[in-house]
C-alpha cells in the first residue's frame, strides 16, 4: 500500500513539473496560432546571451524569457519582424543574431573555421612529404659492419 501512495505522489509531482513547464514556452497560449509561430520563429532566429549556443526559443534561462516576452509585446504592438530584430540588435548588437551578417566585424567568426582547416592541410602535407624525403636504408659497408660487431661484442679496442 505504501509503494502505490509513493507512486502516486511520484506521479503527481512529475504531472505538475509538465504543468509548470508549459508556461515556459516561447509562444504564449493566449496567441493566434499565426502569431504563435511567428514568435517562436522570431525566437529561434535570436541567440540567448547567456547560454550563447542556444537560441532564446529553446533556453529557459530568465534574460531568455525576458527576451520571448518583448518579442510578444511587439508583435502585440504590430511591428514588422524586421523591426523586432532591429531593435533586439540595437539593443544588444550582432551577437543576439543567431546567424550574425558577414560584416567587418564578424569577418573572424565566418573565416575562422575555414583559415584553420586550410592551416591544418597545410601542416599535414609538410608531414607527409616530410616522411617521403626521409634517406632509403642502405647497407652497411664492410667497415661499419666491423665497428658494429666490434661494439656489440664489447670491445674496446680501435679498428684496423
Do not use: H
Not at 508549459?22 to 496560432?33: R, Y
Amino acid at each position: 500500500m505504501k509503494r502505490v501512495a509513493a507512486l502516486i505522489t511520484l506521479l503527481l509531482a512529475l504531472a505538475g513539473a509538465a504543468f509548470a513547464q508549459q508556461g515556459k514556452e516561447a509562444a504564449p497560449l493566449e496567441m493566434d496560432p499565426g502569431t504563435a509561430k511567428r514568435a517562436v520563429r522570431l525566437a529561434s532566429e535570436l541567440r540567448c546571451l547567456v547560454c550563447q549556443n542556444q537560441t532564446i526559443a529553446d533556453s529557459n534561462a530568465d534574460l531568455a524569457q525576458d527576451l520571448r516576452r518583448q518579442i510578444n509585446e511587439q508583435i502585440a504592438q504590430g511591428k514588422s519582424d524586421g523591426e523586432i530584430i532591429d531593435y533586439m540588435v540595437a539593443r544588444y548588437g550582432d551577437f543576439v543574431l543567431y546567424r550574425p551578417p558577414f560584416k567587418a566585424s564578424t569577418v573572424l567568426l565566418w573565416l575562422g573555421p575555414l583559415a584553420l582547416a586550410l592551416i591544418a592541410l597545410v601542416v599535414l602535407a609538410r608531414i607527409v612529404r616530410g616522411r617521403r624525403a626521409l634517406p632509403e636504408e642502405r647497407p652497411l659497408t664492410e667497415a661499419e659492419r666491423r665497428e658494429a660487431e666490434r661494439l656489440l661484442a664489447g670491445r674496446d679496442e680501435a679498428p684496423r
